[in-house]
Structures are given as C-alpha cells and as structure tokens.
C-alpha cells in the first residue's frame, strides 16, 4: 500500500453556465495537477463542496476522478454521508473504484459530544472495507479532541490517520506526541496552508492544501524543502504561500477564492453553486485580478499591468535528486519514535 | 391562508431497531399530537435529524406526516437540501403536497457572508412556489443577521416569516421593530422555549418548541396565558419548562433527551441514527428518569418512586374561552404597528 | 435596611479638559439623576470606568457621590480593587461611609475557575462588614456560573445579591429557579437595558442600567409598567429603550455612547480617559447628533433639524399612585415561591 | 542598545506566607535564572499577575529586580497602569531604574476598537522616554491586529517590537511579513511556549517565556537548537517543552502551574494572591508531583518515586561555539528583507 504523503489536492469542481458537473474540464484540471506535481487527490473534501452536491453527484465526481488518474497518484476520498449506513455505502464504492483511502469529517451540523464523536467513527471503522482518516475541522463541523483521537487511532487497525484544518501547529503536536510512539504508521495531514511548514517540522506528513489547486508547483515546493531539511528557505516560502492562502480564502465566499486562484492556470470552473449578488460578481473581477498579481509572483503566469511592484520569486524546476534526505528524516523519527523520545 | 402562529412542533421520528423509519409510530405520534393541541407541525426541522435522513427519506416523512394529519393543523416543511436547485424540488414537492409553508435553514457547514445568505434566499424565494419561512440557529449554521432578515421581508412577499433559535431576545426585539411597521404579516416564530414567554411578550407570534414532543399540554399552556396576557402567570410555567428544556436538551446528546421526554408518553424511538458507546446507553437510563420525574410533576404521567419531592403543576384542562383576548391584543399590535409607534 | 430593588444607575463621571474629576458637574449630575426618578446609584461601575481610575480617584469619587445624595437613595459601591485585601479595604472604606452595600465584580484580566471564583467571592464575604453584590459581566470578566452563584448565595448571607449583565434572559430563569426558593430575599439585577422588561417578568428585582444616566425618565417609566403589571405597555417602551440602548453602546467606544447620551441633557463629560484618533473625534459628531434624535423622541429634549421623522413616544408624569399593585405582584411572588412553586 | 533577542523570563514573584513580597526570595530566584542563562527578565508581566498587586508593589518588584540584575541582562518592564497618565509614570519610572524597555498590554477589561487600540498606543509612544513593545494577549485583553501593529511600527520609533501571546504561527508570519521588510530592526516576541520552534522559525526574535521560569536551561537550549538551525533536533525538544508547558498551563489556575514548576527548583513562592479551596490545595499536591515528573525527564531534579517510566532527555551543558552560525542566519534574513524577498 502507498503510504499517504505530501501534498493532497482537495480538487476543486469543474462547472458549466448551469452549475452542472463539466466533466472534461474536471478531467483536464485532474491531470494538469497531476502532471505539475501534487502527490496525491482528496475530492469530495470542504473545498470540493461536497455538501452542495447530491449523493449521485458525489459519486460520479469520484469516478471521473478515479478514471481520469489512472493509479498515477493515490486518492484520498471524501465519504461522509447523511448517516453511519450511508457513509459505509459511500465505503464501499470507493473501495471498489481502487480509492487508497476514505476521509470521513466529523458530524456535521450538530455538535456531538467526544463520546458521541468516537462511537459514530468506531462504528464505521469496524465496518469499512477500506482504510479511513478522519477529517477534523473545528470551523465547520464537531471538533475532535486529541484524546478522541487517539483512542480511535489506537483501537482501530482501519483508522490510518488524520485530516487536521485547525491550523493549531500546537495541537498537532499534541497529536503526534500522544500517537506516533505507539502507532508509528498513523499519518497526520494539515490541511492549513499558511502553516504547513511548522506542520511539517513539527512531525505531519503532509497536506491536503486548497492551494494546490491554483499554485501546485509552489505547495510541491514547499514540501520538498522540508523534506530536504531546508527549513530556513521553506520558511521564506511559506510567507509566500500564506500571502496567498490569506487572500484566496478570507476575502471571497469560501471556496470561490481558490477557483480564482486556479481560473489564472487557464482552468474554467463555470456557476457557482451559491448564488452571487450583483455586488458580489463586480467584487470579483477585482479580487480576481489581485490574485492574480499574487500567482504571477511565482511566474507561473504572465503578470497584469495593473500589480504593485515586487520582487518575484521564480519556482524553480523540481528537483528530486536530494529527496532521498526524507528518507533519512524518517528513519530517524521513527528511531526516535521507537525510544520513546518523541 | 390560515396564519401561523402558536406552537408548531419540530417532530421527532420513531424509528425502528434498525433505525429505519416506523412509519405507524410516527402516524400514532402525530395524531396524539394534533389531539393535544398543537397548532402545527414542522417536520424535517433540527429536531427531526433532517440531515442524518437521505432525499428519498425526507419526503417520506413529509408524505406520512401530511397524509396523518388530514389538514386539522398547518404543516411548516423543511425543505433545505444540498443546494438551490435540489431545494426548490422540495419546495415543488411540499407544495403540491399541501404544506401551508417551507422553513428553510440557513446555509450549513460553510459560514457564508451576509450578502451571500441573501443571494441564497432571494434566489429561493424569487422561484419556490410556497411560502417560505427563514431559519436561523446560528449554533448549527450560518447566522442571519437582522439587516439581511429585514432585507428578505421587503424583497419577497414569498418570505412570510423567520423562526429564529438563537435564544437571544433583544435579537427578537431588533427584528420585530425592523420589519413588523412595515409588513405587518410577516411571523416571528422563536426556537428557544427556556425563553418562550419573553419572546412572545416582545411579540413573536409563536414558536418551533421541541419539548412540545414531551408535553404539548404544556407548551400551549404557555401560549394561551400569553395569548390571555396572563403573564405573570405564564412567567411561573415558563420556570418549570425551562427545567425541562434544560433537562432534555443539556445532558443528552441532541435530540435524544427530547425522545427521552416523548418516550414517556408511550411511544417507541427505536435505535437512533448515531450510534451510542455502552456508557452513554447506561446514563440514558439514569438521565431518562430524571426526565420521566420533571414531567410527572406536570401530572401528565405518573411520578417514579425514585424522584425528588417537589409541588406539583399540573396542567387545567385547556381552556379557549378566554382566547378572543388574544384577538384584541393582536388588533392593538397590528394598530400600533400601523402608527409606527412598534 | 432599605431593600435593594429598582433602577440604580451606574454613575458616569464628568471630568474636565484635562481628564480630571469635576467634582462640581458630578455632583450636579447625582442630584439630577436622583431627581429624575432613579432609585439607586452605583459609582464605580464598568459604566464608571472604574478600571481607568486610581485606587485614590475611586475612593474620592464615592465620597462625592456620597456626600451629594445625603441618603435620598441607596448607593451600591464598586468595590473591586487588585486583590482581596485591598478589595476589603476599600469594603471597609464605602461601609464607613454609609453605602448599602457593595458590587464585586468576578476576577478580571485572568479567567478564573468555578472553584477559584468561588473561593475569591467566599473570602470577601467572610470578611466584609457590609453586604455584597456579586457582579456577573462575562464580556469583560470572568464569568460566574449558576452553580457558583447558589453556593455563595446559600453559605453567605452577606453575599444579598447578583447584578448580571449577561443578557441571557434563560440564565436569570435559572438564577431564580435556583436561589429564590431557599433564599428569598436575595436580590438580581440586570445590567441590560435592551433586555428589562422580560428580565423584571422573569422576576429580577430591578437593573443597573446604563441608559439610566441618559433617560432617568424613561427605565423609570419602564419599571413602573412592569410593577404594575401593564407588560404589553411595557414592552413597547422596551423597544425604544433598545433602540437607544443599542445606539449607545455599539457604535461607540463603550461607555462613551452614554456620556453623549447623558450630554444631551445639559452635561459635560470633558476629556475621555481613553484618547481618540481624529477620525473617531468627527464621527462622534454624527453619532452624538443620532443619539440626540432618539432621545428628543421622548420629549424630553428640542428635536434637532435633521432627524428622521418618527411618531414622539413622550414620558408622562411619573404616576405613582397605582405603584401599589407592585406590593400584590411582590406579595404573590414570594407566595409562590414559599409553596416552591417557583 | 542591547538588542532584545533569545528567552525572556516573565518573572514569578515569591510571596510568604501572608501573601507580601518575599524580597529575599525573589532575589535569590532573580540571579538563579541569569545563571541558568535566560537572556532578560520580563517583571510584572502577566505570569507576573501585575494586576493583582499595587501601583506601589509593582514599582517595588522593579526595583529589587533591576538592583539584583546589575546589568547582567536586559530587562523589559512591564509598565501597563490604570491609564494613560498612569503608565506613562511607571515608563518615567522605569526608564530612570535602567530598564531596557517597557511592555505594555493592549487595554484590558473593555474591549477596544482597532482605531481606539491605536490611539492609546500613540499617546504613549509620542511621550515615554523608554522604548516601548505592544502586548498582545487576546485571551485575556483587547486583541491587536496585523494592522494595528503596522501602523504603530511605521508611526512611531519608539515603538520597537511586539509580545504576541495568541499562540497563532500564521499570525506572527503574517506580523512579519507587514513590518519587517520596512522596518528590520522590529522585534517579534513569543509568549506562547508550546510553539516556540514554529515562531522562531517563522522569524521571531524569542521569547516572553513562562517555563523559563521552572526549566530556563530547557528553554535556552530550544532557543540555541533554532539559532544553530537544528531545527528538527529543536522539534524534538520542542514536543517535551509543550507536554510541560500544558501540564502547568491547563490544570492549574494560571499561573500557579509555573509556581508549582519553579518549586521543583528550590524556591519558596508563599501564599497566592487568589484564595484557594480545600479541596484546590490537595489537587495541587497530586498535580505538582506530576510536573516534578515532567521536569526530572530533563535531569534537572531527582526523579520523584511514583513518575511512569520514560526515557529521560538530559539537557547538556550550554555549547554557545555553534552560536556564530545565528549570526549567518541573522545576516541572510536581514538581507532578504532588505530586497523584500520576506
């Protein structure tokens, strides 16, 4: 089984004029993100809007996905249904389609209790044909607790890790210490782009980072720098990347801004599904176009006139040769792991 | 049209050991309903778990629960689905069944911008072929705030009403002198019965009461002293159903203290669609007392051994004779509003 | 012992250009207040800043206050001081200079534990030789729960009340519930305006409310209706008391609102504690100006030229003759809770 | 000018047994950190709870610290008072002792407008005669933000640096990114241990640290492990600093934990300043043992008999030879800034 690493693209929806599913544009973007780097796919996520879509929809846009990937990259597939019985059909699908895995986010829409919380994945964790990671996101849906947590992750083979969008690098701290020495395989993503360099350094896996949908390239970066032990310049661009993260999410109607940052790559992504106001769509072409400034930094496009003058900062050709560095890392951490002194 | 206004019930739904819908039970609770003098039913509301049923099941429910009730009370469908267009097929669909009106919930999981919250109603309400009441419980999903309620009152005579369960009064006030001067019809219905007898003297024309599934007697107790301008006296029963609401709404996970209390009065829940751990099974038992005790006190069942001694409050036969008061108090506020001294 | 119930106002502090106390506009402005109607003063409240005074200002402005009301009405102390000894003494102080009692507000800056809070209030009580009011402002402090309240309530009797300005009607339901019962003269207040009049049908025993220092008329009047059991008048005087109430507080650098409030009726506040940018010095201007609009409502003011027109709501004569129905309500009240009905 | 950088300790104070200062005590703690190697001392901040002792207190704690210091450290005062009147006394005051610089807390109790928070600000910076660095702890006073603090860096030179206590990465990268490429010479101080690798390697100049004041060679060896660029090795201590830094954050009431902690040290803290339940004291005794356990991990202090078993992390003796590479790593951030690559 791969192991799920790096950087996830919790992929953005193709739409037409009418808001439908446009599948050749959804199948385009798929590959274009594969070809640019991303280590794996996470549809159906937040930034999918899985919720405004029906349970058919849902299920086609996997098969799209699936089809279109061919096995080149794992998918991480977002399950969470109405309830326990339909989560587990959703399991099933997905297993069968050759999902690597399924991430399940907390209730939503009521807030349970840990208790409550922990009976509702146990339950679909005895009962999934495939491996799952929960998916926390406090701003959302019923938060996870760290004990929570762990007594899933250590009472079920099946729960392989966790999706954590807190953006609270101490709380993944808190959740690597208290589950990595006694289940060194349980994989922690983050799914918070302007952190996920301390994420990375504070033991986390990877990310499923809605970015990766505009700037797949600069995240690939990024991930590589930590992994080749190059924290100071990952550092460097990690204010990049947040500059961008911050305006793709906090001035448009989530998750609209990173269909902007991805519309710069030549990508058409059609009707919202949420309605605009007329004030809204004027607001965007502005938006849209400040965004725009921001990719262009990175010179994966061509800049505007109209942007502030600033230093770019070029992505570099990939390079892979000192990848073998992540190798080391682990191994150690798993030493260390296995000491007991993390 | 009849107006609404009293105490609509947000029906639970007895479900079966396998957790599927027992639609007897559900025929025999909403009749025992009716007969104890609710006004109306709001099915697929939060109490009814809308989210944890699927499409197919939702209208179902509406089906049974229209179909039972043979028009002798007004029915408030839910009718939020995954987006727009799904909702406006529910909107159809509990049209031609009869409903008197839709109650539809805010936009959930995501937190949208107030502008965004009015693009998503006024879409709604410019297509849906029924009446259509906003609901706001910014607990569970995106806050209305008064500017965008008073914007929707003036836009769409479609939009007849909001039931609001934020619990805030002052918040009931604002909205009332918003939007009552000028579109007198427009109905304030309130979610928060701790807090039902402030919210109808500020003027709420009734209220979504899910301990009306406990103990509808009391809950129109409550709305005819109101209705009576017995307030005083409304103020001491407000007292003993806040303990109740407290009760069923703060120890269990939600909506279970609410079947816990309708359980009492002879109906069967079944197994519920989030699953329990083996404690949380053993304090239900324990907390299903404590309930079962709080009612009792009402004399509508009879009183456990085991409860702590208290005077009871028993519920008088209902008692209409005094009800017209209600229709000179309305007259006064529909007066007052016109010379826009409210 | 005059029992503590009505509106207390609590007391701005006029001071002059250079911030310092005016004592000579002070005390014209506590004998205004107290000829207008208010039946208490409390000094040194969160209205009073008494954050931003010295431990030496705090004690000169209560024995101006002191001093000027020579025993007309009942003068409730702040008393909070950096810990409990200093806190004693300054109990001491206002004891000596024939204060009812004392208001404590929870631990500030930290946010304490139950236990803490409790064992804080508990070491006062032990000591004070002068009665204590426990001073609920979850906004700005610590905030004090029911269980806490209950416990020092029924192990102190020097602990004689709780001032809440939570807003939260239920939990005034609750407090009552709690405590009346076992211990009926213990006195709540409510600190929000907005809120009064449900807060007085709920049971409270009057408010400390900051809108008093602009509209001494108008919470009087307020309090009238209610004890006179005219709560549909009452209700709809309570909602221009929010409007105002809410005009005050949120578009203004708290308290500041209020003292263009209090100006209106021929006061002069000086210079704040708290500078201001030269932006903030022009909207004042306008914001005073609207304020200014609200209150000529009342007629108790000059209209200005440029505010919207709006049907007058004029205060009337005080009438206290039929104040008599308040002794019934108070009688049948402590009734009912003797029988432990509420 | 000595520049503020490395692990500021924000002073316990002992107390004897009647809650006075113990001068002795606080001397002999005094000259125990700098020996240990904290690079300043921090008084009257809030681990130091300066609101819980007199004006006249807090000048005496300066005093005794500044004259037992001797200059070996910088020291940063804690200088918030009542107003601004107020405070910009204790900066006269401390300014005269030789202090460094002053630190003072957005304002506390009310909660301030962004544009307020700025005034207050201003007027101090355009008078003290001290360097002065903004406090923001949105936990307990009124937050500051990203904007805010820019304003006041590029207003003001006296204005040199910024204590950020929210715990926040994104935030101090975000703090950085806005001030640092305009104005190199800003310090950005942490006071939020648990993330004190992430903060310094998102370009903070150090820490305000309250375990520095029961572990300071643990803290000063993370702070060298990150100016060495060992920032994995950093991480792994890190994971220890956090697992100590919760236990004396959470269950204790702030800040006893760190008293409980610098206990384990052989200094005598007295009797707090807050009152303490029976049942509080004998929580203490089971708490403080735990945090015994925690720090004799370090092999600092004996190892308790009743500690779980676990594999210790020794602290080794200081090695400042490697220092020299914090110098590189300062050149090539500076220089980065300066061509507004950050």
């Known amino acids: 089984m791969a192991p799920i690493e790096g950087i996830f693209t919790p992929t953005l929806v193709p739409l037409d004029e009418r808001g439908e599913i446009q599948e050749a544009e959804l199948r385009r973007f798929i590959s274009w993100l594969i070809e640019k780097g991303v280590h794996g796919l996470y549809p159906n996520g937040s930034t999918g809007e899985f919720t405004r879509f029906t349970v058919e929809e849902r299920r086609r846009i996997m098969k799209i996905v ?11 597939a977002g399950a969470a249904e109405a309830n326990v019985k339909e989560t587990l059909a959703a399991c099933d699908a997905y297993a069968e389609m050759g999902c690597r895995a ?14 409550s919380t922990y009976a509702y994945f146990a339950e679909i964790a005895r009962r999934t044909p495939i491996d799952l990671t929960l998916y926390n996101i406090p701003l959302f849906a019923t938060p996870i607790d760290v004990q929570t947590i762990t007594r899933l992750a250590l009472d079920f083979p099946r729960v392989i890790g966790i999706k954590d969008s807190s953006g609270d690098v101490a709380q993944m ?5 208290a589950i990595r020495p006694r289940r060194p395989d349980f994989v922690f993503l983050t799914g918070w782009d302007c952190v996920l360099v301390p994420m990375l350094l504070a033991g986390a896996n990877g990310g499923t980072n809605a970015s990766s949908n505009a700037v797949p390239e600069v995240t690939r ?18 204010q990049r990347v947040l500059e961008l993260f911050d305006a793709m999410l906090q001035v448009f109607e989530f998750p609209d801004g990173f269909r902007a940052g991805a519309e710069t790559r030549g990508f058409n992504f059609g009707q919202p599904r949420i309605p605009q106001t007329g004030n809204q769509k004027e607001d965007r072409t502005r938006l849209a176009n400040m965004v725009r400034c921001l990719i262009a930094d ?26 073998d560095a992540k190798v080391l890392v682990d191994r150690i951490m798993v030493e260390l792991g296995k000491r007991g002194v993390i």
């Open 221 to 238: 970066r990024l991930y590589e720098l930590c992994r080749q032990g190059k924290w100071e310049e990952a550092s460097v661009w990690q």
């Open 66 to 76: 699936v089809d279109e990937t061919r096995g080149r990259v794992p998918i991480l």
């Open 298 to 323: 990175f010179e994966l496009i061509a800049k505007p006139g109209s942007c502030p003058v600033r230093s770019p900062m070029p992505v570099p050709k990939s390079d892979e040769s000192n990848l």
């Open 173 to 177: 701290v808190r959740m690597i210490a």
């Open 102 to 115: 399924v991430a399940i986010v907390s209730p939503i829409y009521y807030r349970l209790s840990p208790d």
